[in-house]
């Protein structure tokens, strides 16, 4: 069972345009990350964010936790080339640690 | 997330043989998390441990697979007797004790199997 969902799972736009990614669960999470990875790297870490309606700002990056704790957004004002990349969001539980359930990904290719 | 060591990056193995992979965590940080990232799939959470103790292996296969992270040295995970299925990238992740749930990610060791 994939308890978090991304959407959309592919997205390829021009550069400037903006665009957001979806993150949804019908769990509770204790906090939610979001993480960039790049072919045969690991996983960066973005932003956490913690408390449910929280958004933080990211250069063009803005992260979004719902209110009820269940869901997250990124949003990508005027995506540049460097934004290409596999996008993840992960979820921790409480009294999990920082174990984490990631997202199904989202594959971003931003074109000139 | 260059703070968190893993060895070796590449790693080939042929059937039947041991693969063993190591992470260092980050300076300061006393929490380890494997993930394995096979192909086509996202990552999946295998096993969580702190200095000379699991916490939680719920994600570990049940056969051929044991980690360990001893009170000296980096945290170990160990596939016995490899079989095709294993070839993924292995990634190891860590966390300070008091932390809010993010977790930095090594660069991976990428096991074949052949």
């Given at each position: 069972?994939?308890?978090?969902?991304?959407?959309?799972?592919?997205?390829?736009?021009?550069?400037?345009?903006?665009?957001?990614?979806?993150?949804?669960?019908?769990?509770?999470?204790?906090?939610?990350?979001?993480?960039?990875?790049?072919?045969?790297?690991?996983?960066?870490?973005?932003?956490?964010?913690?408390?449910?309606?929280?958004?933080?700002?990211?250069?063009?990056?803005?992260?979004?936790?719902?209110?009820?704790?269940?869901?997250?957004?990124?949003?990508?004002?005027?995506?540049?080339?460097?934004?290409?990349?596999?996008?993840?969001?992960?979820?921790?539980?409480?009294?999990?640690?920082?174990?984490?359930?990631?997202?199904?990904?989202?594959?971003?290719?931003?074109?000139? | 997330?260059?703070?968190?060591?893993?060895?070796?990056?590449?790693?080939?193995?042929?059937?039947?043989?041991e693969?063993r992979?190591?992470?260092?965590?980050?300076?300061?940080?006393?929490?380890?998390?494997?993930?394995?990232?096979?192909?086509?799939?996202?990552?999946?959470?295998?096993?969580?441990?702190?200095?000379?103790?699991?916490?939680?292996?719920?994600?570990?296969?049940?056969?051929?697979?044991s980690a360990?992270?001893?009170?000296?040295?980096?945290?170990i995970l160990r596939i016995q007797?490899?079989?095709?299925?294993?070839?993924?990238?292995?990634?190891?992740?860590?966390?300070?004790?008091?932390?809010?749930?993010?977790?930095?990610?090594?660069?991976?060791?990428?096991?074949?199997?052949?």
């Amino acid at each position: 069972t994939q308890l978090l969902e991304q959407s959309p799972q592919f997205l390829s736009i021009q550069e400037g345009e903006n665009l957001t990614v979806y993150c949804n669960s019908s769990s509770v999470f204790s906090s939610l990350q979001w993480y960039r990875q790049e072919p045969g790297e690991g996983p960066v870490l973005l932003v956490t964010v913690v408390t449910g309606g929280e958004v933080k700002k990211l250069k063009r990056l803005t992260f979004q936790f719902g209110d009820a704790r269940k869901d997250s957004s990124l949003h990508i004002t005027a995506a540049q080339p460097g934004d290409t990349g596999l996008y993840l969001c992960a979820g921790a539980r409480t009294g999990g640690g920082n174990k984490l359930t990631f997202g199904t990904g989202t594959q971003l290719k931003v074109e000139l | 997330n260059a703070g968190v060591m893993q060895n070796p990056r590449h790693l080939v193995r042929r059937r039947g043989q041991e693969a063993r992979l190591r992470c260092s965590p980050m300076k300061g940080h006393s929490h380890v998390y494997w993930y394995r990232q096979l192909p086509e799939e996202g990552l999946k959470f295998m096993v969580y441990l702190q200095k000379e103790n699991i916490i939680d292996e719920s994600g570990m296969p049940k056969e051929r697979f044991s980690a360990e992270f001893p009170k000296e040295g980096p945290s170990i995970l160990r596939i016995q007797q490899v079989v095709r299925g294993d070839s993924a990238a292995y990634f190891c992740a860590s966390s300070p004790l008091q932390g809010q749930g993010e977790a930095f990610f090594g660069q991976g060791t990428r096991l074949t199997v052949v």
